[in-house]
Structures are given as C-alpha cells and as structure tokens.
C-alpha cells in the first residue's frame, strides 16, 4: 500500500472475522501496510500468516527478516464468540450456587430474554424465548448460607452440604467447577470458603481441577449476569486460549520477538494467559471503536458514529462529544453479562447474508444466517446453493470478478446471475438486476434504519454526527445506507478493509479491574468520609492487582501509568456514566471535583435540562486502569495534487446499475489516485482488499490522510 524501503517493523495487527483476516503492520517511522486472506476459522495461525505474508509482499519482505525488531503484537477476533455461537464449547463444568438458585441460569431475568432482538421483535412481542442452557441442570449445586447486600454474614455456609456438592460433581467428571454465591463481591468469605473445601476434597479424591471464583472472576453486583460470565468464561473463552497460544507460538517460530496480546471490549489489551478471557470475546468489532476515537481526535471531531459492514454483521457505535461510552450490561449468545463493554449495537447484515424469496409473504428477506468466508454462488468452489449479497453486488456491476482479494479468489459473474434470476427474479416475476437492486435496497435500508434510531435514541439527528463507514463491505455499501441522512460529513479511510486491525494497532497495553462499591455521596455530605475511605482502599487494591498482572508477564509495573476512575449516577436513575478521577487518593474538597466532572460530561451527552444533581450521586463501581506505553500509528501526510486524478489511476469503465437503470461507471484504482483528488459518480474505485462506489450523484474527495470524504 506505501511505499517503503529497509523499515523495521514496530507493530502488527490483526482482525480475525468470520469471512477475512486482516492485518495492519506498522514499521519505525509508523508507516503502515494492510494485508488480507481468507480466514481459516479450524486453524486461526494459517489465516493470519497468509494476511501478514499478503501485507509484507507490499514492502518487499517476509515475516522471518522483518519480525525481530517488532514491539507490539495485538490480536482481535471471533474465535472465542463463535464456540457460544455455535454451542461448540466445553459443557462438562459444574456449579455450586446458593441454595433455591440453581435455575438462575436456565431463566435468567426478563431482559434476557428481550435485549438480544431488534426493535420490531421487541415491539411485537412474537420472538422471545430464553436461551438454550449452556450446562445441565443436573451440573448445577446449590448450598445453604448467605451474605447480605452491606457484605454481612446473615446465615453460615453449611459445610456438610459444600462437601457433598464438591464430590457429587467430581464424580460426574466435570473439569472445572465455578462458584458464585450472593453478594459474593461486597463480602467474599463464603465463595473463598467452598474453594478450601473443594480443594480438600479433591485432594482425598487425588483430583485435581481449577475452582473458580466469582468474587475473584468479576466482583460485581449482578447475579445473574455475573453467573453467566463465569460461566461463559469456562465454556467458550477458556477453550480458546489453546488457540490464542498456538498463534503466538507460530508467530514466535517465524521470528517475532513481541509477545502476543488480546484486544479486549473494554479498549485494551491482555495477554493470552491472563486468568480471564472473557473480555476478548467481541474483540473485533471494538477495534473500529478505537480507531474511531483516534480519527475524532485527529479530525477534532466531537460526534462520529462508526459503521462497519463486514460479511455477517453491521455494528455501530457513537463517540459523542470524543467521549466512547462504556456499558456494562450486554448479551452474548442471548446470556445477559456485567462486563465492561465499548458500547456497540450489531445486527445480522453483512455481505454474506443469505437472500431468499419467501413463500408466504411473496417478498424478499435476508438472513440470519451467513456464507460468511465462503462469499456467494459466484464463489464456484464454496459450495453455495444461495444467493448471497455478494452475487447481488457483482451482476450490478459494482465488483470486480477478477479483482476480489486482488484476483485470488474469482468469482463467476454469470453464476451468480443465473442463481439470481432462479431464486429470486423467477418468483417475483422480475428482472434479475432489479432484484438485485432491490434486495441491496433491503439490506441497506434496514442499517440505516439501525444508524437513525441508534442516533435518533439520544436525541440528536444525523446532521450533528460525522460518520465513519469501514469492514471491507463498507465502503461498497455506505452511499446506500446513508442516503437521505445528511450526515454532517462521510469519512472512508482508504484502509477501510483493516480499520479495526487499525484500531487495535492504536489500543495501549493495559489492564482494566472493577469493583462494586455502591457508595453515595448524599447533598448534606454526612457520608463523605466513609466515601473517601472506601474509594482510597478499593483504589489500592485495584492497582496492586494489576501491578501483579504485569509482573506475571515479565513486564515493570513501574512502567504503569495508573488512571483511577468510577461509575457514577444521579440517585435514583438507571444508568452511569464512567469519570476519570485526577487523584489516587480522595479527600473530601476533592469529591466536588469528581462530581462536576460527572455534571459536565452528562450534560455533554444527555444536554442540560436532565440533570438532576439535587438527589445526590451514587457510585457504582471504582475501576482502576493500568497502562504501559506501546508504538502507535500516525497517519501518513501527502502533499495535495489536483482535484482531477491522473490517467495511471484510471482502469476504464463498466456499467452499473443504479436508480433503476443503467449508467456508465469510470473505474479507478485506490492506490493510485493522489491526494486532493475528487471523483464523481457514477464511478467504482477498486482495491484488492475493498471497493468504494460512487453512486451518480455522489462525490469523494481524497484528503492528505488518504481518508475519501463522500458528499451528495
């Protein structure tokens, strides 16, 4: 993508999605270059080998002579998300809870089985069911004793029943056994009880097999949530580390010196022997997020929505007023869990979405399910009976069939056309490319209906929000689901493909730890020295567990920069924003300074009218973040050329199919047009790794970033 001579390479990226695997390579003078293969989801280090040997190819070197002198290494993917999914992980894991809870998992709470569906699911109240239980009722043990919600003993844990539980399940044979009991996270006496027992029963037994604790997993208020972290945790995201440590190992063999790390949903990065690794499940998505904040901060952008289109999902995210929300209950496989999240919304529409025509209703739908990797009918040796998206796009002419992943996958053109015109056109009595176009319309409208309400929800409109379109369908489909909008401006990084590699590339190596605290700071401040004392306490702790997390991995914890922060809400209301805390150590005078910091930022996001300061606060949970430097990305600055592109960048033209007809396209490539050019539609710009349409009407604009910026 840029060209380079004898440059050290400082860090590598990598995004592992359900359809590509995309790497982001930077070198010293942080330069970058994109690379990208198909991804190989039964063995993960093949796929991401092919992607960096595709990205080095760029610069005229292999992974063996240039991998020594890298420094940061960053891993995201769906590896972990897929085995939950798919219902592929390990279910052979037992669970002691308190006595009268043992079906906590099986019926979760009411917005378990609400969250995970759309707008009309949840309107017309037709869908929702609760979740098929990841382990058998019979796995699940339940023990007398309780801890109250101030952290007091109300009841003592009865041994007799913690011993027999411990052996009824190591005779079933489960391989783990994780442990959450009531109010486990203010007072974590009982849970450290049951693992002493556990382990004395294991040692008559002469087995020997991890206990897990929740006061140690996840210290934080929510049962259920917190259950089903722990045991997601066992199911999916344990079974995965093996993966995770075969890349690093295969990358290690191959001469790279840095060690591997895992991009987490919070914004960080951990590595792939940290005890828990349930924060990397829905890595992928947040490095877009990431990247996203760094462009807002570049750009002096306060509100950019990200959108990314890959082949399975299009996720959106909000970053109002350069602040990136945080939430902290959300759902994966349909299990509702308390982790800290970069908040995005997803839903099932990619390019690999399935295209049928429906019997019943005589209309057309799309999905859930995905080709994924697999592409489309056009793609002869997948195997594909279905017409995808990906054949929709490619009869209208906005794709290459020679040019998809720069001609090493080809795809058949007039396949795709007859599966269309059988499947689809046939039944409806239509032209095929009109059904094309009309099953893109589908698709497209239905993001953008997502992009509106998302924005719309706040109380702001399009024309406040600069939006960012990225994923290697992207920059294909963002004139669609943008259209009518009227977005403030429209930003496609030539390296749309890789952005959320891109975004990993700009995550700093830290640790994130929580803890539930509940304090209140009332209007009278009669409890402001009990606030401080807890705060200053938790805050130690905090910050001394993960100054071992990075003595574990070999690393200085005086190299930490340590950023205390808290949750925090009016009295009374159902949700908290996170505030940064200038001080480790909280007196008195300096509680003002946290609360306004927490008026200032609501009114930033929510406007001033609702802020309610006269009920008091309520802090939810104390967070502590540590942080070690790591290279990070500068985009690269060229030297504005003229508006028209040069004749090298052109590659002709081809037709396309647009409002209803047909329209003669100019085609360009993307690496050869220069910065300062515009080009108007109707026009395709090719890249080996995406394609930008440029509908008639439309206008982009290449700017010395080489981000295009797209106007109507």
């Known amino acids: 993508m840029l060209e380079t001579n004898n440059k050290k ?109 759309d707008y009309s699911g949840r309107l017309h109240a037709r869908e929702h069911e609760h979740p098929e239980p990841l382990i058998p009722r019979k796995q699940f043990k339940g ?39 009531l109010c486990s996270y203010m007072n974590p006496r009982h849970e450290k009880q049951v693992a002493r027992i556990a382990k004395k029963v294991m040692k008559k037994k002469n087995k020997d097999i991890p206990i897990i604790l929740s006061c140690e997993h996840n210290p934080v208020r929510g049962e259920t949530p917190r259950l089903n972290s722990l045991i997601i945790e066992q199911y999916a995201a344990e079974p995965s580390r093996e993966q995770m440590i075969r890349i690093s190992e295969r990358l290690k063999e191959k001469g790279v010196g840095a060690l591997l790390r895992i991009l987490t949903s919070y914004g960080g990065t951990i590595s792939p022997y940290h005890k828990s690794l349930i924060t990397t499940m829905v890595s992928g998505p947040i490095g877009g997020m990431i990247g996203t904040k760094f462009l807002a901060e570049l750009y002096g952008i306060k509100n950019l929505v990200s959108s990314d289109v890959g082949g399975t999902s299009f996720d959106v995210g909000l970053t109002m007023e350069k602040y990136v929300p945080t939430k902290w209950e959300s759902s994966l496989g349909r299990f509702i869990l308390n982790i800290p999240m970069i908040a995005l919304d997803s839903i099932g529409a990619g390019t690999g979405m399935y295209v049928r025509y429906n019997k019943i209703s005589g209309r057309l739908e799309f999905g859930p399910e995905s080709a994924g990797y697999l592409i489309g009918v056009c793609n002869e040796k997948s195997g594909v009976e279905t017409v995808t998206m990906t054949d929709c796009s490619l009869i209208l002419g906005y794709l290459n069939p ?13 396949r795709a056309y007859k599966y269309i015109k059988e499947q689809l056109a046939n039944p409806l009595n239509t032209d095929p490319y009109r059904t094309a176009r009309g099953a893109l319309d589908l698709i497209e409208i239905n993001m953008k209906n997502h992009l509106n309400g998302m924005i719309q929800g706040l109380g702001f409109r399009p024309e406040n929000y600069t939006l960012i379109s990225f994923g290697g369908a992207g920059p294909l489909h963002v004139a669609g689901y943008t259209k009518d909008l009227k977005f403030e401006n429209i930003l496609i990084p030539e390296w749309a493909a890789a952005f959320s590699a ?39 702790q905090l910050k001394k567990d993960i100054s071992n997390e990075f003595k574990k991995e070999g690393r200085d914890p005086n190299e930490m920069e340590f950023r205390p922060s808290l949750r925090i809400q009016y009295l009374g209301i159902l949700d908290d924003l996170e505030v940064q805390s200038p001080f480790e150590n909280v007196k008195i005078e300096d509680l003002n300074v946290l609360t306004n910091k927490y008026n200032d930022l609501f009114e930033e996001i929510f406007r001033r009218g609702s802020k309610s300061p006269e009920l008091g606060y309520h802090i939810t949970k104390a967070v502590g973040t540590g942080v070690v430097p790591v290279p990070k990305p500068t985009l690269p600055e060229h030297e504005l050329k003229s508006e028209k592109p040069s004749e090298e960048a052109s590659k002709g033209s081809r037709d396309l199919f647009w409002g209803g007809g047909w329209h003669e396209g100019l085609l360009w490539e993307m690496g050869l047009l220069n910065a300062g050019n ?35």
């Open 143 to 181: 023990v007398r004793g309780r801890i109250n919600f101030w952290g007091e003993e109300l009841i003592p844990l009865y041994r007799d029943e913690t011993t027999k539980a411990v052996e009824e399940l190591l005779d079933m044979g489960v391989e783990s056994i994780c442990v959450c009991l």
């Open 402 to 414: 020679d040019y998809f992943l720069g001609g090493k996958v080809p795809l058949n053109k007039d």
């Open 678 to 712: 515009i080009v108007d539609g109707p026009a395709v710009i090719e890249a080996p790794a995406t394609t930008l349409l440029v509908p008639p009407g439309f206008r982009v604009k290449l700017d010395k970033h080489r981000i295009f910026h797209m106007e109507v």
């Open 502 to 540: 891109f975004g990993c590339a700009c995550a700093e190596h830290s640790y994130r730890h929580e803890k539930s605290v509940d304090l209140i700071i009332t209007p009278d401040g009669k409890m402001d020295d009990a606030v401080c004392m807890m705060l200053n306490a938790t805050w130690s």
């Open 9 to 117: 390479i400082k860090a590598i990226a990598l995004d592992t999605g359900g359809t590509m695997t995309d790497s982001f390579i930077i070198d010293e003078k942080g330069a970058f270059s994109v690379g990208k293969a198909m991804t190989t989801p039964e063995e993960e280090s093949e796929g991401i080998l092919n992607s960096i040997a595709d990205s080095l190819g760029q610069w005229n070197t292999i992974l063996e002579d240039s991998g020594k002198s890298v420094e940061a290494l960053v891993y995201s993917g769906t590896a972990m998300l897929n085995k939950l999914l798919e219902r592929k992980g390990n279910s052979n894991i037992g669970v002691i809870v308190n006595a009268g809870f043992e079906d906590t998992h099986r019926l979760g709470r009411a917005l378990q089985c609400w969250m995970w569906l």
